[in-house]
């Protein structure tokens, strides 16, 4: 049976835009994500995808509804404290990662994000063979480089890293905004590749925003559609693996 990880009831945000104007944009949006769902959010430029994430993570507070996670009520809940269950990661692989620290200092913040944490070398040494080891898998060359500064890194291995500092300890949600988008196409193909396996082999629960239909079609076990701040499209299993490209391509036609 499925059991619902996050709920979010009839959540609306209204923001101030640059005029000083009220807009809404999510509109009374429900959504549950069951544990172990690998969501996958299709959606037109302004639709609410990135705000649906930012309420979720805690950035922009629900202007109304409820968000329970686990059935306890997050919807106050502090960016911060939400970290310490939720990751997430960006487009932007500069986001997420600390340029001036060395690629091995990044993972160990990461590892211990839940705890007070030091950098003392030697318990960077303590975990040197496991970062060698996480890393080699990103089949990049990012294990050749654990003691080199985050900044000097390409924009693949510094989104690669982004990612595996995002699950080096399994959150209990995973959000990726368009985490492949920024990205040349070998890389991205390989980030996604190694993020499916990722997310499959550890039941990870994750949404996934995305303007790659295949991808949409190919990854995750849902696909959801967002159009003008609610989910005009929510499929499943079965339901999800018929769904073609030209059936993506017709029902957006038809906004
Ligand atoms: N903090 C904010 N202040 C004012 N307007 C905002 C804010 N955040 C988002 N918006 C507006 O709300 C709408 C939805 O934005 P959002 O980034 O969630 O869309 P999206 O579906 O992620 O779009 P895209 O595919 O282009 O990334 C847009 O019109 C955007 O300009």
């Given at each position: 049976m499925n059991k619902p990880l996050i709920t979010l009831t009839d959540v609306s945000t209204t923001v101030q835009n640059s005029t000083g104007t009220s807009i809404n944009i999510l509109k009374k949006l429900n959504l549950t994500i069951n544990e172990g769902d690998f969501i996958t959010v299709l959606g037109s430029n302004g639709a609410g995808k990135s705000t649906l994430f930012n309420v979720i993570a805690g950035g922009i507070k629900a202007t109304t509804g409820t968000i329970k996670l686990n059935n306890r009520?997050?919807?106050?809940?502090?960016e911060l404290k939400r970290t310490k269950y939720i990751s997430r990661v960006f487009?932007?692989?500069?986001?997420?990662?600390?340029?001036?620290?060395t690629v091995a200092e990044n993972l160990l913040l990461a590892l211990n994000r839940r705890h007070s944490f030091s950098l003392m070398p030697r318990h960077l040494n303590k975990h040197l063979a496991e970062f060698t080891q996480i890393t080699k898998q990103?089949?990049?060359?990012l294990d050749q480089r654990l003691?080199?500064?985050?900044?000097?890194?390409?924009g693949g291995q510094r989104q690669a890293l982004s990612f595996l500092m995002a699950t080096i300890q399994k959150p209990e949600l995973l959000l990726l905004d368009?985490?492949?988008?920024?990205?040349d196409p070998k890389t991205s193909a390989q980030l996604m590749h190694l993020t499916n396996e990722k997310v499959t082999s550890n039941a990870q629960t994750a949404l996934m925003i995305t303007h790659n239909l295949e991808d949409a079609l190919t990854y995750g076990n849902r696909l959801i559609v967002l159009h003008d701040g609610q989910i005009t499209l929510d499929v499943t299993g079965t339901a999800k693996e018929q769904l073609t490209k030209d059936d993506l391509l017709n029902y957006f036609a038809s906004y």
């Open positions: 009520d997050i919807t106050h809940e502090s487009q932007d692989p500069k986001l997420g990662t600390a340029p001036r620290m990103m089949g990049n060359g003691q080199t500064s985050v900044g000097s890194l390409s368009e985490h492949t988008a920024a990205l």
